[in-house]
């Protein structure tokens, strides 16, 4: 069911366990959680969605409505079932629910463990565990608790989406009127800038959210720009690449002068992709048009099939601009989000 690598597949993990009993379990809860859970129909592989299938230490399971894991079978720990509340909102009930289960196996999970426990996770020793229905409650609720964490995403979703769009209505027309933009790579610039800028004063700098250019998909694809979240403490000893833990927002940005468009639906195509791949992101193109494209369009969309247009609603936020006979620029905003 989860997507295998190279050389960590899923009986990759299973067979660290110490014990046969404990790596039957594995696959149990492998199994319960996309064939039997509730919730089966929601759960996917973290690492599917966000490292192209790569796996690194671990299992891990993420919803569809979420952006976080919430469990995970590790090699990390001497090996062991890790669930992930979340310490913003559910680090107190996390210690409570590792009292819980060490009650229930008889056994002191942090006598096992030397280092320092991260707050909002809970930790199980399978080889502890008689039967899957001694921990598949707290599996449950785990996965339900992840899910309120979500909450936020949305609320950060909205922040990020008005942010953008007050930079298109606002800073790039004055940008443009004092003659900072010649053609793309200064309108990258000068979005960078500003959205960086709003970034911080919104305070989500603090909180592990970043912007880049020239991001690299795992499908090897590069946005222009992409807003993200990074582990701030694994940034301190990793490769920033490999400490991203969230992608929020992915931009598309084209300035063309001429009268040629093939560059602006080439990207509509791939933001269209990006879409439909990373199902949770937020996409927006950011065109901009200079005397000799003929074609000015109110939607960029319209040059797209009434079918793939359905497929990319509530995704997509079009940010279009030209110089209008006035030599200003005229700017506006269709959203399909």
């Known amino acids: 069911m989860l997507t295998k690598s190279a050389d960590k597949s899923n009986e990759y993990f299973y067979r660290l366990f110490k014990t ?79 009292k819980e289960i060490d009650q229930i196996l008889g056994q002191e999970y942090q006598k096992t463990d030397n280092t320092v426990l991260t707050p909002g996770e809970v930790y199980i020793r399978l080889e502890w565990v008689e ?63 500003h959205l960086r800028r709003k970034l911080e004063e919104a305070a989500l700098f603090q909180q592990g959210y970043r912007i880049f250019t020239e991001y690299r998909l795992a499908s090897n694809q590069r946005a222009d720009i992409a807003i993200v979240k990074i582990d701030s403490n694994a940034a301190n000893e990793n490769h920033l690449s490999e400490c991203v833990t969230s992608t929020q927002v992915l931009i598309e940005i084209k300035y063309i002068y001429g009268n040629n468009d093939k560059g602006f639906k080439d990207d509509i195509k791939k933001l269209i992709q990006y879409a439909n791949v990373h199902t949770s992101v937020n996409v927006y193109a950011a065109f901009i048009t200079e005397p000799g494209v003929t074609y000015k369009p109110t939607s960029w969309m319209d040059s797209i099939t009434n079918s793939v247009r359905l497929d990319v609603r509530n995704k997509l936020t079009e940010l279009s601009g030209y110089r209008d006979q006035h030599n200003k620029l005229s700017v506006s905003i269709s959203s399909h989000i």
């Not at 790596?23 to 919730?39: T, V």
């Open 20 to 98: 046969q009993k404990a790596r039957e379990l594995a696959r149990e809860i492998n199994e319960y959680l996309y064939d039997e859970s509730p919730y089966k129909k929601e759960v996917e592989d973290f690492h599917k969605r966000y490292k192209g299938g790569k796996r690194t230490d671990c299992i891990g399971y993420i919803s569809k409505k979420g952006s976080y894991k919430f469990a995970t079978i590790t090699m990390a720990r001497k090996v062991c079932f890790i669930l992930h509340l979340g310490k913003k909102y559910h680090a107190k009930r996390a210690q409570e629910m590792q």
């Open 131 to 193: 039967d899957l229905s001694q921990i598949k409650p707290f599996i449950d609720e785990a996965y339900q608790l992840r899910l309120i964490n979500n909450h936020y995403d949305n609320y950060v979703k909205e922040l990020l989406d008005g942010i953008i769009k007050a930079t298109w209505l606002e800073s790039i027309p004055h940008d443009y009127d004092r003659s900072f933009l010649l053609y793309e790579d200064s309108l990258k610039s000068a979005l960078y800038f």
